[in-house]
Every structure is written in C-alpha cells, then in structure tokens.
C-alpha cells in the first residue's frame, strides 16, 4: 500500500481534514522495493491523490513499474461537482496521469471532466460512447454510477456497443462506494477473469456493501461503507480459486 498522502478524514462531510505529506516516503519506498529482487508486483489501483505534484510522481513511478495492469479511480469529484480543493491545474494533473492506466473507472463527473462532454447518471448510450471517445485513452474506461430504470451499474465500450452492468439502486448517497467498486474490479482482472465477469463481480460486491451500510442510520454513512458482507465474498472467492490450500 503506498499512501500518497495521509488525512484525518475523508474529504466530505467532515469540513477540512488535517493532511500529511509523505511525498519523500514514497520516492524511498518505491526505491526500497526495486532492491527487493523477489518483490514482483503486477498490478496497482490509484485512487484518490489529492495534489498535482504528487500525480506527476506517481506517474513518473508507474511508468518505470511497467505493470500489467494499472487501474486508476480519477477521483475528482462527484455530483456534477470537484471535490473542495482542486482546480484546473489538478484536472490537466489527473488528465495525464490516466494515460499510464490500463482501466479507468470515472463516475459521470469525472467522466465530463475528463472528456468536456456534459453526461449525466441519465445519460444515454449515445452520449456516453460519445464521452467514453472523447477521452482519447488507450485504458479501457468503466463509467460508474450510471442509473437506469431504478438500477444503478457501471457501463463500457465493447466491440462499439455500451455494455452496462447493474444492480438495485439503494436510494441515498454512500460514500466509498467508488474506492470499493476500484478495489474489486482491479483485484477480480489480476484473477485473469474476462473483464464483463470481473465487472460483474465488483458491481455485486459494492451493492453487498451498500445494503449492509443501508442498515445503519443515515448520520453514520460518512464514516464509510461497511464492508463485512463483501469481504466475506471475496474470501471465500479466494479460497475457492486455490482449492488445494484450503
Ligand atoms: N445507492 C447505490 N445503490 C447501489 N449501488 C450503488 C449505489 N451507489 C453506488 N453504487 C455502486 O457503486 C458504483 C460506484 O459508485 P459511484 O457513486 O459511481 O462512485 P463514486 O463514489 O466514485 O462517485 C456504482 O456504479 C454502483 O455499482
Ligand atoms: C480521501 C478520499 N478518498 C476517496 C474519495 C472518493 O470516494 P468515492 O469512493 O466515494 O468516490 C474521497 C471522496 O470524498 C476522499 O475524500
């Protein structure tokens, strides 16, 4: 795990969290690892960074990891908003940080911050396909938080069709939920599942989250999805595909 800077909080819901920088720590930790000659690592997940600086280093460090696989969360803002504290310098930061990323998954208004094509959770394919191209990535973009007919999934280009992929919609807003849906999706492709199924999978696993938070009172969601449910899944997913060490 490299944090790429540590906060008090979460950036909603509790005003402005005190921050640490450890961009230091993560040029002599990336360093450490290069000596290990057994360390072999094929995948990463990027979420939430937090400063331009510290997207150009974390660029500068992928690109000398030559990885498999790189799944970036451009994470920005939501609700049709930027997150408190970013600005256009820190969208031209994100905008070349995606282009070390096999998979990206942008919600609608990472989506339109990325491609300057208004989408919306409503949007339709057309419009999507539209934003998805605008983007001009080689990653393959998975755009989350799409809702339809009382569902809500995660859609992307296959073949020139929008494939999208959905669960109930829990009404209210969860947090984390795009950090969970990230995790999954990177942790179920390094199992070398096709990406539809492993999609699937991670849009199943954050609705488990979803409902189990669900049950807690609504003051309480800020705090974090609870994620018992679905690590409970993906443990015995695990187990499953390494029978013999069972
Ligand atoms: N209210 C909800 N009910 C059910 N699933 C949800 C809900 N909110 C989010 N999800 C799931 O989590 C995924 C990521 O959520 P999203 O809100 O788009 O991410 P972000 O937190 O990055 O804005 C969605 O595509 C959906 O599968
Ligand atoms: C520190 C931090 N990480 C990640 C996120 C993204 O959260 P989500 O998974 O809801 O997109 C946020 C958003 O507020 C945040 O503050």
Known sequence: AVPTKIL?????????????DVTNWM?????????????????AVVGYVGDSKTCRQLGNQLANLKLKRVLIDPV?????????????????????????????????TELGLLSHVTVTEHSDDAQLIKAIRACKLTATIIVTGIK???????????????????????PGHFYGTGDLFA??????LAFEMN????????????????????????????????????????ARFTLGQNREEV
């Open 195 to 234: 990406f539809e199924a492993a999609v699937k999978r991670a849009v199943f696993g954050t609705y488990e989250a979803v409902v189990q938070t669900n049950q807690l009172p609504e003051n309480e969601r800020k705090y974090g999805l609870d994620l018992t449910k679905t690590l409970y899944n993906v």
């Open 8 to 20: 008090s909080t979460q950036s909603e819901g509790f005003g402005q969290p005190a921050g640490l």
């Open 76 to 108: 920005m803002g939501d609700r049709g908003k930027m997150y408190a504290g970013f600005d256009n310098d820190y969208l031209d930061s994100i905008k070349q940080l995606v282009k070390f990323a096999t998979v990206i998954t942008p919600n609608v």
């Open 183 to 188: 995790a999954l999706l990177c942790g179920y």
């Open 27 to 43: 040029d002599q930790a990336f360093t450490h690892w290069q000596q290990i000659s057994d360390l072999n690592i094929s995948s």
């Open 148 to 170: 339809r007919d009382g569902a809500i999934g995660s859609c992307f280009l296959s073949d020139g069709k929008l494939i999208w992929i959905s669960s109930p919609l829990i």
